[in-house]
Structure formats: structure tokens, C-alpha cells
């Protein structure tokens, strides 16, 4: 029993004899050194110093820093590398594992380790991604992207529709989901992701503008009066000329016209009110209304409300006006197409032409046809009526006028077969019996002096 305790003795002191000498020949007790077999993400880093280690590492730490990812925006890429996404290589936090390889830990475990016994000793090179500089990355890439859509805008040359800006789908990038989308997408080693991208089309194409091929209706009216009445009709055709109508949208008149006042440009020109012809502001108005009714009419929109002139106008047959008041009377249409139409009005000299430009249906026309005229005797007497307008004394007499009822309608046609007629409605307009005026505004006085 005790021969065996002694030779257990001699054979731990001989182990710890040779492991000293083992340990002198290898030059552990060089401490700026990583002992032998330690691997670094594959690279043998035992019997370096960390500064040597940290060369080695660094055409490792490079490549994963230097790999790409494509990150698809909607219409376009961009590529990005895994430094610019936020990765940091964890290589000083490696160097520190494998310089405490047989440092730490109980003195029969480093011995080994220092002695490079055994399995080799590997540790990977780690990575971690911060989501600050990612997300700032994110942010700016979405100040970049255009948050609002942007319609396109046409106008009309020679009488064609020209398109002088495409439309520009509007995109919102959503920071946080794309974060994550990265982040993950890194993390499985994918080359591409998409970013979170909601994108909103604008009301008005550029296949919505390329829609405006041909006049669906076109209308001209011949404009009488003064200069004042001219440049009202200028003016109100001004506002309707570029309207753009969306499939099913309802045009008001009066919105799109507005107050016709002196303050938006109007001015004083024959207005017919009470059945007479008396100044007013905006005179004329009504005759691009008017105009514009029949180009609905024969472009076969929905005509939503129309009221006609109590006496008939010069410039159109009975029963195809349409007068309106501001806030009280309005030309309401429909665009009834199904697709995008645009207005267009102009003046040239005397001659107003309104047209409405789309994509016209093969073999369909349309005709507006009054029926049922009938004439109104006037009432039998005389009417007199004192007029400040005029100069105390004068008299102008005026005969009587019968009035009219008729009905309008829209017949629609395909390759020359009637497949719908639409009543629009009943115009009445009033008789008026004779009237004599007297005039009542008194000449002014001027006093002369000596």
C-alpha cells in the first residue's frame, strides 16, 4: 500500500516536472502572447500577441463589413454594404477570448490549454448590428422619397392634349418595419430585402392623361354685346379651361366659376333679370354655361340640375340654355364616360368654344333634339313701369313678346341604331305683355358762376 501511494507521488511530480519544462519550452510565461491552438473564426492566432491577432482578423472583419445588401424601394434600389447598415464586427471582444484561453479558469484546465494538448481551441468571430446608425440610415433614405403624389398635367396645342408633366406615384417608407426587414434579412444572410413602402397613386395618371385622345363633344356660340360682356365670357371661360373631370365626378358651375364679382375681375355688363335686360355684374356668364350644357349634353354626361332662361337668348335655340345664378341657380353635370375628361375653353374673337376631350366610344353619336314647341300668347294690356335708368321724360315703349314651351332631349346612337333617348327637360320661357318705360333720373344741375 505504500510502495503504491509513493509511486502515485512520483508519477504527479514527474507529470509536473515534464508540464514545467513543457511549459518553459513554449514560452508561457510570455504573457503578451495567445497560447498555442486557438482559432479565431477558422484563422490560427496562437503564439501571437493581440496586436498580431488584430492584423490577421482584419481581411476577415472586412469582408463582412464590405458585403451588400439591395434594398428595394418600390421603383428603385439601393445598395448598401453591412457598414453602412450598422454592423460592427465584435473582432477586439475575440482577441480578448483567445488571449484568456488558459489564463482563466482551475490550474488543471489552463495547463493543458497553455500546452496546446488536446482539441484545438476555436471562437468565432461575432458580429452585432446597431439599430441607431440603421435607423438613422432609414430615416434619411425616407426624407429622400417623395411623400406626395403628383398628378399629371396636360394642357391642349393645336387641339390635341399634350401631356407637360407625368404623374408621380407619392411612397411613405415605414422606418421601423424596415428596420426590422433589414435586420433580419442580414441576420439569414440574404443579398436583397424590400423596404416597407406604402405607395399612393395620384388621382390623375400618366395612363389617365394618355386617355385624352380625341373630343368627346365640342360646342361653339357666337358672343354678342359689349366689350364688358366679352371679357366676362373670357373670364368665366377662363376657369372652366383645364378642368379635369374623374370618372362619376359631379361638376358644379358656380364652384368652378366662383362669385362673379368685381374684386375676382368681373365687370358691369347686360344681365337678364325680371324678363328685361338690366346691367349687372358678371353679364355673360351665362353663356358659357350655356355652352357648356350642350358639350355635356353631347358628350352624354348626367346633367344633374339645369334651369333655362325665362326669355330666349340670341346666341342658342330654345330649350339648349342654361342660366345660372350665383348661390341660387347651378349647371350640375356627371361625367358619366368612366374615365378621365378634360374641359377646355377658349375664345376667339367673337366665338366661344368649349370642348370636353377623352376617349371617344367607336360608332357612338349623339344628337340633342327640341320637341314640342309651343308658343305662349303674351298678356293683353300694357304694362308701365318707371325706369331710373333713364332720362326723366323719355319714353321707350316696348312690344309684347309671346313666350315658348318646349322639350329637350338626347338621342344616343351606335353604328347608326338608336339605343337610347334621353328627356332632359321642360324649358318654359315667359311672355311678356307690352311695356312702356319712363324714364325718372333727373339731369343734374350745374350752377354757373360769374
Known amino acids: 500500500m505504500r510502495r503504491g501511494l509513493a509511486g502515485l507521488c512520483v508519477l504527479v511530480l514527474g507529470l509536473a516536472a515534464g508540464a514545467g519544462v513543457a511549459l ?18 477558422g484563422i490560427p492566432v496562437g503564439g501571437r500577441t493581440p496586436a498580431e491577432a488584430a492584423e490577421l482578423l482584419w481581411g476577415s472583419a ?45 490550474w488543471w484546465a489552463r495547463v493543458p490549454a497553455r500546452l496546446g494538448w488536446g482539441a484545438a481551441t476555436s471562437i468565432p468571430l461575432r458580429s452585432t448590428l446597431d439599430r441607431r446608425v440603421l435607423r438613422r440610415l432609414i430615416i434619411g433614405l425616407a426624407g429622400e422619397i417623395a411623400p406626395e403624389p403628383r398628378d399629371a398635367q396636360v394642357t391642349v396645342e393645336a387641339g ?19 428596420v426590422r426587414q433589414i435586420a ?14 406604402t405607395v399612393a397613386e395620384p388621382a390623375f395618371t400618366t395612363a389617365d392623361a394618355q386617355e385624352l385622345r380625341a373630343p368627346l363633344a365640342e360646342f361653339t356660340t357666337t358672343i ?22 374623374a370618372p362619376d365626378e359631379v361638376l358644379s358651375y358656380n ?39 350642350n358639350v355635356a349634353l353631347l358628350a352624354d354626361f348626367e346633367v344633374l340640375s339645369r334651369a333655362n332662361h325665362s326669355r330666349p337668348v ?57 320637341t314640342d314647341l309651343q308658343e305662349l300668347a303674351p298678356p293683353e294690356g300694357t304694362v308701365t313701369k318707371h325706369d331710373p335708368k333713364l332720362d326723366e321724360g323719355t319714353v321707350v315703349a316696348q ?36 311695356t312702356i318705360r319712363i324714364g325718372t333720373r333727373r339731369a343734374r344741375q350745374i350752377s354757373a358762376r360769374n
Not at 24 to 41: K, L, T
Not at 184 to 197: I, L, R
Request: hydrophobic content about 45%; overall charge neutral; proline content about 4%.
Open 24 to 41: 518553459a519550452q513554449n514560452g508561457v510565461f510570455e504573457s503578451d502572447r495567445i497560447f498555442p491552438e486557438v482559432y479565431i473564426e
Open 62 to 106: 472586412q469582408a463582412l463589413l464590405n458585403r451588400t445588401l439591395v434594398l428595394h424601394l418600390a421603383t428603385e434600389e439601393v445598395v448598401l454594404t453591412h457598414a453602412e447598415l450598422g454592423l460592427r464586427v465584435r473582432g477586439a471582444e475575440a482577441i480578448q477570448e483567445a488571449y484568456q484561453v488558459g489564463r482563466v479558469g482551475p
Open 160 to 178: 390635341a392634349v399634350v401631356i407637360v408633366q407625368p404623374g408621380r406615384p407619392g411612397r411613405t417608407l415605414d422606418v421601423e418595419a424596415t
Open 184 to 197: 433580419a434579412a442580414m441576420a439569414a444572410g440574404a443579398s436583397d430585402t424590400d423596404a416597407v413602402v
Open 224 to 245: 354678342a354685346g359689349d366689350a364688358n360682356r366679352l371679357h366676362n365670357v373670357t373670364l368665366a371661360a377662363s376657369f372652366l379651361r383645364g378642368r379635369l373631370l
Open 255 to 293: 364652384q368652378t366659376v366662383g362669385p362673379r364679382t368685381v374684386e375676382r375681375g368681373f365687370r358691369e355688363a347686360p344681365v337678364l333679370i325680371d324678363d328685361e335686360l338690366v346691367a349687372g355684374d358678371g353679364g355673360g356668364v351665362c353663356q358659357v354655361s350655356s355652352t357648356l350644357f
Open 314 to 370: 340670341a346666341y342658342l335655340p330654345l330649350g339648349r340654355d342654361a342660366t345660372v345664378v350665383y348661390d341660387q341657380l347651378d349647371l350640375r353635370l356627371r361625367n358619366t364616360s368612366g374615365r378621365h375628361v378634360l374641359l377646355w375653353a377658349e375664345v376667339h374673337g367673337r366665338r366661344l368654344t368649349v370642348t370636353a376631350y377623352g376617349t371617344p366610344e367607336a360608332g357612338k353619336a349623339v344628337e340633342v333634339v327640341v
Open 399 to 434: 312690344d309684347a313678346q309671346p313666350g315658348y314651351r318646349v322639350k329637350t332631349w338626347r338621342v344616343v346612337a351606335v353604328h347608326g341604331t338608336e339605343v337610347r333617348r334621353d328627356f332632359i327637360g321642360r324649358s318654359v320661357y315667359r311672355a311678356v305683355p307690352r
